[in-house]
């Protein structure tokens, strides 16, 4: 619910790059500028958005839980399949 400091950036840059994890992904909830920072100084690739809080409309793609964890792990595995 903070936002990070600069040593703690800096720390999640060298732990994507050390672990050679190829995705990040956004929140629903949250300002993407800083994954997309992040994303660009690593080479990971932004994996799509994960619905962390709470449903979507009954037109969205989550308006169940199970909706919500369907779209949630559609996301996932299609962005580390590659």
Do not use: C
């Not at 449903?55 to 969205?60: M, R, S, V, Y």
């Amino acid at each position: 619910e903070t936002e990070p400091s600069a040593r703690d950036i800096a720390a999640i840059i060298g732990q994507i790059k050390a672990q050679k994890i190829p995705a990040v992904f956004l929140e629903n909830i949250s300002d993407d500028r800083l994954i997309r920072r992040i994303a660009a100084e690593t080479g990971a690739k932004v994996g799509g958005t994960l619905i962390s809080d709470g449903l979507t409309g009954e037109k969205g793609p989550a308006p169940t839980y199970i909706d919500m964890v369907r779209h949630n792990i559609k996301a996932l595995t299609s962005a580390l399949e590659h």
